[in-house]
Every structure is written in C-alpha cells, then in structure tokens.
C-alpha cells in the first residue's frame, strides 16, 4: 500500500505537519507529497516548473485539496484537473476548513470525489485521515492508470 502517493496541497505549515502526524498515527505510510500552493500542484501533476521532468506516468493515488491557496485556489486547481485527460479522474478529497455552502457546491459541481471539513480537534482530525487513507488507498478501486489518459 505505500507505494501508493499521496499530494497534499495545503500552504499551511501546522495543517502539513498536522496531517503528517495523522498520517503516521495511523500507519499510513505512503509517500506524502506537498505542494504548498496551487501552482505547485499542477507543476507536480503536469511535469513543470519546479517539477520539470517528474515521470507523470507516477500520478497519485488521492489529491488532498485545500481551497484557500495563494497564487491558484483549489477550485481553480480543481478545475484545471479535471480539463486535463491525465488527471481527470485522478480522486481528489477536499480537505479544507472552509464552511461555506458555495465552496461545498463549487468543489462537487466542478468534479471533486469527496468534501471534508478539516475536524479541529486532534484526534478527531487524526480518526478523519485513518478514514480516508482506508478508504482511498486501500478500499477504493481507482481507474487503471491507462484509463486515466482517456481522449475526450
């Protein structure tokens, strides 16, 4: 299971570590990429800028997207994923503190797979990330990587 990557697009340090405490309480060993804006995580996911020449044929398993980003938002990057045949079907969870209804309606209607507000509390935080790394990294049944690359 932890070959499998997991990008966490989130520009707050105490989320990042947050997350990679989580993470590691409950034994979810994968590779955690972060790019702490949105215009690093399309140059991871495409191959660009600083990620210039990353074999893109190793795409991640899950996306966790914040929305509050500087440079490009989530929806923005959410959008561009899911206009790109290579990434558009790649499963992206919404993680994010954000309570507004517009955000929920945006993320959905612009093709996330999944919504979470971020818990405050620790341990509930920490339960949250054992869920999601359980369901999408070993329950979930991704498409092949060549279907991934769909024309159309």
Sequence with gaps: MNDKIILLVEDNTDDVTLTERALKKSHILNKLVVAKDGVEALDYLFGTGIWAGRDISNMPEVVL???????????????????????????????????????LIAGYT???????????????????????????????????????????
């Design 110 to 152: 612009l093709g996330a797979n999944s919504y979470i507000r971020k818990p405050v509390n620790f341990n509930q935080f920490v339960d949250a990330v054992r869920q999601l790394g359980l369901y999408w990294l070993v329950l979930n049944e991704a498409p092949p990587l060549d279907n991934r690359k769909i024309d159309g």
């Design 65 to 103: 997207l914040d929305l509050k980003l500087p440079k490009i938002n989530g929806l923005e990057v959410l959008q561009r994923m899911r206009a790109d045949n290579r990434t558009k079907l790649l499963p992206v969870v919404i993680l994010t503190s954000s309570r507004e209804e517009k955000d």
